[in-house]
């Protein structure tokens, strides 16, 4: 089973970028389709990306597509999450998941979780 850890979230303005980390170990992040997915107060968890383990291609939902990117640094068994142009609407605690498997997108998907970093976007 693969650990996660998340960093990089913090309180950013309005129009604003961060990096979201996720650190991998235990097992090579680079055998796993990565998702991201963000908690608001009150909301279900929501999905924001994911990348394939082979070819690295990536899928974003309407309401970040352009905004957000992840990325793999295999050596560093990391994977991340560019946020640009954020919006007070992204503000939530945002996780990373992990799955051996092909499959959707959703919560269900993903057997491994980090234990997430809150994001704070400030109008």
């Known amino acids: 089973q693969v650990q996660l850890v998340e960093s990089g979230g913090g309180l950013v303005q309005a129009g604003g970028s961060l990096r979201l980390s996720c650190a991998a170990s235990?097992?090579?992040?680079?055998?796993?389709?990565i998702g991201w997915f963000r908690q608001a107060p009150g909301k279900e968890r929501e999905f924001v990306g994911s990348?394939?383990?082979?070819?690295?291609?990536?899928y974003y939902p309407d309401s970040v597509k352009g905004r957000f990117a992840i990325s793999r640094d295999n050596a560093k068994n990391t994977v991340y999450l560019q946020m640009n142009s954020l919006k007070p609407e992204d503000t939530a605690v945002y996780y990373c998941?992990?799955?051996?498997?092909?499959?959707?997108?959703?919560?269900?998907?993903?057997?491994?979780w980090g234990q997430g970093t809150q994001v704070t976007v400030s109008s």
């Open positions: 235990g097992r090579t992040i680079s055998s796993y389709r």
């Open positions: 990348a394939l383990r082979i070819g690295g291609s990536t």
């Open positions: 998941a992990a799955s051996l498997y092909s499959g959707g997108n959703s919560v269900s998907d993903f057997g491994s």
